[in-house]
Protein backbone atom coordinates (compact mmCIF):
# COMPACT_ATOMS: atom_id res chain seq x y z
CA UNK A 1 0.00 0.00 0.00
CA UNK A 2 1.50 3.42 -0.79
CA UNK A 3 2.27 5.79 2.37
CA UNK A 4 0.02 8.88 4.08
CA UNK A 5 1.67 11.19 6.08
CA UNK A 6 -0.14 14.06 7.45
CA UNK A 7 -0.29 16.12 11.12
CA UNK A 8 -1.96 19.20 12.80
CA UNK A 9 -0.83 21.72 15.26
CA UNK A 10 -2.39 21.68 18.67
CA UNK A 11 -2.22 25.13 18.67
CA UNK A 12 -6.04 26.14 19.49
CA UNK A 13 -9.08 24.28 19.17
CA UNK A 14 -9.20 22.52 16.00
CA UNK A 15 -12.60 23.79 14.02
CA UNK A 16 -14.96 22.57 10.81
CA UNK A 17 -12.13 23.51 8.48
CA UNK A 18 -9.41 20.87 10.28
CA UNK A 19 -12.34 18.53 10.01
CA UNK A 20 -13.60 18.86 6.18
CA UNK A 21 -10.11 19.98 5.29
CA UNK A 22 -8.29 17.44 6.96
CA UNK A 23 -9.24 14.91 9.36
CA UNK A 24 -12.60 13.58 6.90
CA UNK A 25 -9.94 12.73 4.48
CA UNK A 26 -7.83 11.26 6.92
CA UNK A 27 -10.41 8.31 7.54
CA UNK A 28 -10.86 7.63 3.92
CA UNK A 29 -7.65 7.56 3.33
CA UNK A 30 -6.97 4.67 6.25
CA UNK A 31 -8.92 2.19 4.22
CA UNK A 32 -6.31 2.04 1.54
CA UNK A 33 -3.42 3.58 2.78
CA UNK A 34 -0.59 2.87 5.14
CA UNK A 35 -1.46 6.36 7.08
CA UNK A 36 0.99 8.12 9.44
CA UNK A 37 -0.96 10.89 11.40
CA UNK A 38 1.20 13.01 13.76
CA UNK A 39 0.11 16.04 16.88
CA UNK A 40 2.88 17.93 15.53
CA UNK A 41 3.72 19.68 19.12
CA UNK A 42 7.85 20.49 17.55
CA UNK A 43 5.93 22.77 15.07
CA UNK A 44 3.99 24.47 17.85
CA UNK A 45 6.39 25.31 19.44
CA UNK A 46 7.97 27.47 17.00
CA UNK A 47 5.69 30.68 18.85
CA UNK A 48 5.65 30.85 22.19
CA UNK A 49 3.22 28.23 23.83
CA UNK A 50 2.03 27.95 27.59
CA UNK A 51 3.26 24.11 28.63
CA UNK A 52 0.19 23.22 30.38
CA UNK A 53 -1.98 24.34 27.32
CA UNK A 54 0.27 22.73 24.99
CA UNK A 55 0.17 19.33 27.22
CA UNK A 56 -3.70 19.76 26.79
CA UNK A 57 -3.99 20.75 23.66
CA UNK A 58 -1.60 18.04 22.27
CA UNK A 59 -3.83 14.97 24.19
CA UNK A 60 -7.00 16.76 22.94
CA UNK A 61 -5.83 17.08 18.82
CA UNK A 62 -5.37 13.29 19.46
CA UNK A 63 -8.40 12.27 21.08
CA UNK A 64 -10.34 14.65 17.99
CA UNK A 65 -8.66 11.64 15.74
CA UNK A 66 -9.44 8.73 16.90
CA UNK A 67 -13.13 10.23 18.18
CA UNK A 68 -13.95 11.44 14.35
CA UNK A 69 -12.82 7.65 13.11
CA UNK A 70 -9.05 7.07 12.48
CA UNK A 71 -9.19 3.60 13.37
CA UNK A 72 -5.76 3.02 15.49
CA UNK A 73 -5.81 -0.30 14.60
CA UNK A 74 -5.63 0.51 11.07
CA UNK A 75 -3.21 4.11 11.11
CA UNK A 76 -0.59 5.06 13.07
CA UNK A 77 -1.88 8.18 15.31
CA UNK A 78 1.25 9.37 17.38
CA UNK A 79 3.06 12.45 19.16
CA UNK A 80 5.84 14.03 16.90
CA UNK A 81 7.78 14.52 19.74
CA UNK A 82 7.79 11.09 20.66
CA UNK A 83 9.35 10.00 18.13
CA UNK A 84 12.95 11.55 18.24
CA UNK A 85 13.86 10.60 14.30
CA UNK A 86 11.85 13.66 13.60
CA UNK A 87 14.48 16.30 14.72
CA UNK A 88 17.42 14.30 13.95
CA UNK A 89 16.50 14.00 10.80
CA UNK A 90 14.94 17.55 10.49
CA UNK A 91 18.32 18.69 12.04
CA UNK A 92 19.66 17.42 8.57
CA UNK A 93 17.56 18.72 6.32
CA UNK A 94 18.40 22.07 7.48
CA UNK A 95 22.16 21.51 6.09
CA UNK A 96 20.50 20.88 2.54
CA UNK A 97 18.09 23.94 2.64
CA UNK A 98 19.21 26.86 0.71
CA UNK A 99 18.63 30.27 3.25
CA UNK A 100 16.55 32.02 -0.09
CA UNK A 101 14.27 28.62 0.12
CA UNK A 102 13.28 29.74 3.46
CA UNK A 103 13.25 33.08 3.31
CA UNK A 104 10.44 32.68 0.17
CA UNK A 105 8.17 30.78 2.33
CA UNK A 106 4.61 32.49 2.89
CA UNK A 107 4.30 31.52 6.13
CA UNK A 108 7.14 32.19 7.60
CA UNK A 109 6.57 35.79 6.52
CA UNK A 110 3.29 35.80 7.49
CA UNK A 111 3.50 34.68 10.80
CA UNK A 112 6.97 36.94 11.68
CA UNK A 113 5.10 40.32 9.78
CA UNK A 114 5.03 43.17 12.41
CA UNK A 115 7.28 41.13 15.52
CA UNK A 116 10.55 42.77 16.54
CA UNK A 117 12.19 39.50 16.80
CA UNK A 118 11.34 35.84 15.91
CA UNK A 119 12.76 32.73 16.45
CA UNK A 120 14.94 30.87 14.17
CA UNK A 121 12.63 27.66 14.79
CA UNK A 122 10.01 29.59 12.87
CA UNK A 123 12.39 30.09 9.91
CA UNK A 124 13.67 26.61 9.78
CA UNK A 125 10.68 24.13 10.32
CA UNK A 126 9.81 23.80 6.78
CA UNK A 127 12.97 21.64 6.99
CA UNK A 128 11.72 19.66 9.60
CA UNK A 129 8.20 19.74 7.74
CA UNK A 130 10.11 18.05 5.05
CA UNK A 131 11.74 15.22 7.55
CA UNK A 132 8.23 14.53 8.98
CA UNK A 133 6.90 13.05 5.30
CA UNK A 134 10.62 11.96 4.46
CA UNK A 135 11.09 9.74 7.55
CA UNK A 136 8.30 7.34 6.06
CA UNK A 137 9.25 7.44 3.02
CA UNK A 138 5.23 8.95 2.43
CA UNK A 139 3.98 9.06 -1.01
CA UNK A 140 0.96 11.29 -0.61
CA UNK A 141 0.82 14.05 1.62
CA UNK A 142 -2.72 15.67 2.16
CA UNK A 143 -2.56 19.52 2.11
CA UNK A 144 -4.32 22.33 1.35
CA UNK A 145 -3.26 25.04 -1.18
CA UNK A 146 -1.33 26.97 1.40
CA UNK A 147 0.22 24.15 2.16
CA UNK A 148 1.38 23.28 -1.24
CA UNK A 149 4.89 25.67 -1.18
CA UNK A 150 6.41 23.27 1.80
CA UNK A 151 5.92 20.14 0.11
CA UNK A 152 7.39 21.38 -2.96
CA UNK A 153 10.25 22.80 -0.78
CA UNK A 154 9.91 19.16 0.68
CA UNK A 155 10.07 17.38 -3.17
CA UNK A 156 12.72 19.61 -4.02
CA UNK A 157 15.00 17.99 -0.80
CA UNK A 158 14.29 14.77 -1.56
CA UNK A 159 15.67 15.12 -5.28
CA UNK A 160 18.77 16.65 -4.04
CA UNK A 161 19.72 13.95 -1.08
CA UNK A 162 18.95 11.48 -3.98
CA UNK A 163 21.12 13.36 -6.19
CA UNK A 164 23.66 14.15 -3.96
CA UNK A 165 23.92 10.49 -1.88
CA UNK A 166 22.44 7.95 -3.84
CA UNK A 167 18.47 7.30 -4.59
CA UNK A 168 16.75 6.98 -1.68
CA UNK A 169 13.43 8.73 -0.73
CA UNK A 170 10.67 8.65 -2.04
CA UNK A 171 9.56 12.10 -4.04
CA UNK A 172 6.16 12.77 -2.23
CA UNK A 173 3.08 13.59 -4.08
CA UNK A 174 0.38 16.17 -2.92
CA UNK A 175 -3.26 14.94 -2.01
CA UNK A 176 -5.73 18.08 -2.23
CA UNK A 177 -9.52 17.32 -2.68
CA UNK A 178 -11.54 19.09 -5.06
CA UNK A 179 -14.07 19.78 -2.42
CA UNK A 180 -13.33 21.08 0.94
CA UNK A 181 -9.94 21.50 1.20
CA UNK A 182 -9.72 25.23 2.43
CA UNK A 183 -13.12 25.82 4.49
CA UNK A 184 -13.06 30.20 4.98
CA UNK A 185 -13.96 32.19 7.71
CA UNK A 186 -17.65 32.77 9.26
CA UNK A 187 -16.79 36.52 9.54
CA UNK A 188 -14.85 36.84 6.05
CA UNK A 189 -14.94 34.60 3.74
CA UNK A 190 -11.53 35.75 2.10
CA UNK A 191 -9.60 34.02 4.93
CA UNK A 192 -9.18 30.93 5.90
CA UNK A 193 -10.92 29.53 8.90
CA UNK A 194 -8.43 29.08 11.76
CA UNK A 195 -8.36 27.87 15.05
CA UNK A 196 -6.02 30.73 16.37
CA UNK A 197 -8.51 33.43 15.25
CA UNK A 198 -8.99 35.89 18.26
CA UNK A 199 -12.74 36.27 17.38
CA UNK A 200 -14.40 33.14 18.33
CA UNK A 201 -17.15 34.09 16.35
CA UNK A 202 -14.86 33.18 12.71
CA UNK A 203 -14.82 29.64 14.07
CA UNK A 204 -16.67 26.23 14.31
CA UNK A 205 -14.77 23.99 16.70
CA UNK A 206 -15.12 20.77 16.85
CA UNK A 207 -15.81 21.11 20.60
CA UNK A 208 -18.41 23.71 20.56
CA UNK A 209 -21.72 23.10 22.46
CA UNK A 210 -24.72 22.22 19.98
CA UNK A 211 -26.17 25.49 20.75
CA UNK A 212 -23.03 27.61 20.13
CA UNK A 213 -23.08 26.31 17.40
CA UNK A 214 -26.21 27.16 16.07
CA UNK A 215 -25.66 31.00 17.11
CA UNK A 216 -22.36 31.31 15.27
CA UNK A 217 -24.03 30.33 12.17
CA UNK A 218 -26.79 32.43 12.96
CA UNK A 219 -24.39 35.20 13.13
CA UNK A 220 -22.56 34.22 10.11
CA UNK A 221 -21.58 37.06 7.53
CA UNK A 222 -23.50 36.44 4.52
CA UNK A 223 -23.64 38.45 0.92
CA UNK A 224 -25.94 40.74 -0.27
CA UNK A 225 -29.39 39.69 -1.19
CA UNK A 226 -31.29 36.27 -0.09
CA UNK A 227 -30.48 33.88 -2.55
CA UNK A 228 -28.80 31.25 -1.46
CA UNK A 229 -26.56 29.95 -5.10
CA UNK A 230 -22.64 29.29 -5.09
CA UNK A 231 -21.19 31.61 -6.87
CA UNK A 232 -17.62 32.15 -5.10
CA UNK A 233 -16.72 35.16 -7.28
CA UNK A 234 -19.86 37.14 -6.18
CA UNK A 235 -21.18 35.70 -3.31
CA UNK A 236 -18.46 34.39 -1.32
CA UNK A 237 -19.86 34.01 1.88
CA UNK A 238 -22.96 32.31 1.01
CA UNK A 239 -20.93 30.27 -1.02
CA UNK A 240 -18.32 29.16 1.58
CA UNK A 241 -21.40 27.94 3.97
CA UNK A 242 -22.84 26.10 1.15
CA UNK A 243 -19.79 24.47 1.10
CA UNK A 244 -19.83 23.12 4.57
CA UNK A 245 -23.35 22.17 4.52
CA UNK A 246 -22.76 20.18 1.55
CA UNK A 247 -19.81 18.37 3.40
CA UNK A 248 -21.62 17.58 6.47
CA UNK A 249 -24.86 16.20 4.23
CA UNK A 250 -23.25 14.22 1.64
CA UNK A 251 -25.01 16.46 -0.64
CA UNK A 252 -23.84 18.54 -4.13
CA UNK A 253 -23.43 22.00 -3.89
CA UNK A 254 -25.66 21.63 -7.11
CA UNK A 255 -28.20 20.10 -4.91
CA UNK A 256 -28.02 22.22 -1.93
CA UNK A 257 -28.60 25.17 -4.14
CA UNK A 258 -32.07 23.13 -5.89
CA UNK A 259 -32.52 22.66 -1.32
CA UNK A 260 -32.62 26.04 -0.83
CA UNK A 261 -34.30 27.43 -4.03
CA UNK A 262 -36.50 30.30 -3.15
CA UNK A 263 -35.58 30.29 0.44
CA UNK A 264 -33.63 33.38 2.43
CA UNK A 265 -30.74 32.69 3.92
CA UNK A 266 -32.04 32.33 7.52
CA UNK A 267 -33.77 29.27 6.81
CA UNK A 268 -30.54 28.20 5.47
CA UNK A 269 -28.56 28.94 8.33
CA UNK A 270 -30.96 27.43 10.96
CA UNK A 271 -30.61 24.58 9.16
CA UNK A 272 -26.99 24.61 7.83
CA UNK A 273 -26.77 24.48 12.14
CA UNK A 274 -28.61 21.10 12.03
CA UNK A 275 -26.68 19.58 10.27
CA UNK A 276 -23.36 20.59 11.90
CA UNK A 277 -24.60 19.56 15.18
CA UNK A 278 -25.45 16.17 13.80
CA UNK A 279 -21.87 15.46 12.33
CA UNK A 280 -20.35 17.10 15.83
CA UNK A 281 -22.66 15.53 18.41
CA UNK A 282 -22.02 11.48 17.90
CA UNK A 283 -17.93 13.10 17.33
CA UNK A 284 -17.85 15.07 20.76
CA UNK A 285 -19.89 11.69 22.60
CA UNK A 286 -16.70 9.65 21.35
CA UNK A 287 -14.36 12.57 22.33
CA UNK A 288 -15.34 12.26 25.87
CA UNK A 289 -15.61 8.37 26.29
CA UNK A 290 -12.02 8.09 24.55
CA UNK A 291 -10.94 11.06 27.36
CA UNK A 292 -11.96 9.78 30.26
CA UNK A 293 -11.53 6.43 30.06
CA UNK A 294 -7.50 7.27 28.90
CA UNK A 295 -7.43 5.04 25.93
CA UNK A 296 -5.95 7.87 24.36
CA UNK A 297 -2.70 7.03 26.23
CA UNK A 298 -2.84 3.35 25.18
CA UNK A 299 -3.11 4.51 21.00
CA UNK A 300 -0.22 6.99 21.41
CA UNK A 301 2.26 4.69 22.71
CA UNK A 302 1.45 2.00 20.50
CA UNK A 303 1.54 4.45 17.62
CA UNK A 304 4.58 5.96 18.87
CA UNK A 305 6.49 2.20 18.95
CA UNK A 306 4.84 1.55 15.34
CA UNK A 307 6.42 4.39 13.82
CA UNK A 308 9.41 4.91 15.27
CA UNK A 309 10.04 1.33 13.93
CA UNK A 310 9.40 2.87 10.66
CA UNK A 311 11.40 5.90 11.00
CA UNK A 312 14.74 4.71 12.71
CA UNK A 313 14.94 2.18 9.13
CA UNK A 314 14.94 5.50 7.45
CA UNK A 315 17.53 7.29 9.73
CA UNK A 316 19.76 3.89 9.54
CA UNK A 317 19.76 4.98 5.53
CA UNK A 318 20.32 8.40 5.82
CA UNK A 319 23.23 8.20 8.51
CA UNK A 320 25.03 5.60 6.24
CA UNK A 321 24.49 7.78 2.62
CA UNK A 322 25.72 10.96 4.46
CA UNK A 323 29.17 9.41 6.26
CA UNK A 324 27.93 9.20 9.96
CA UNK A 325 29.76 6.22 11.75
CA UNK A 326 27.53 3.51 13.39
CA UNK A 327 26.90 3.07 17.05
CA UNK A 328 29.80 0.10 18.25
Same mark, same amino acid.
Given at each position: ?97 ? @? =? ?10 ? #???? &? +??? /?? $? ?60 ? @? =? ?10 ? #???? &? +??? /?? $? ?121
Amino acid at each position: MKKVLSGIQPSGQLTIGNYIGAIKNFVTLQHDHECFFSVVDLHAITVPQDPAALREQSESVATLYAAAGIDPEKSNIFMQSHVPQHAELGWLMTTLTG @M =GELERMTQFKDK #SEGK &G +SVG /AG $LFVYPALMAADILLYQADLVPVGEDQKQHLELTRDLAGRFNSRFGDFFTVPEPYIPKVGARI @M =GLDDASKKMSKS #SANA &G +SYI /AL $LDPPDVIRKKFNRATTDSGGEVRYDPATKPEVSNLMGIYAECTGSSLQQVQEQFEGKMYGAFKKELGEAVVSVLEPLQQRYSEIRESGEIKRILAKGAERAEAVAEETMKGVRDRMGFMPKF
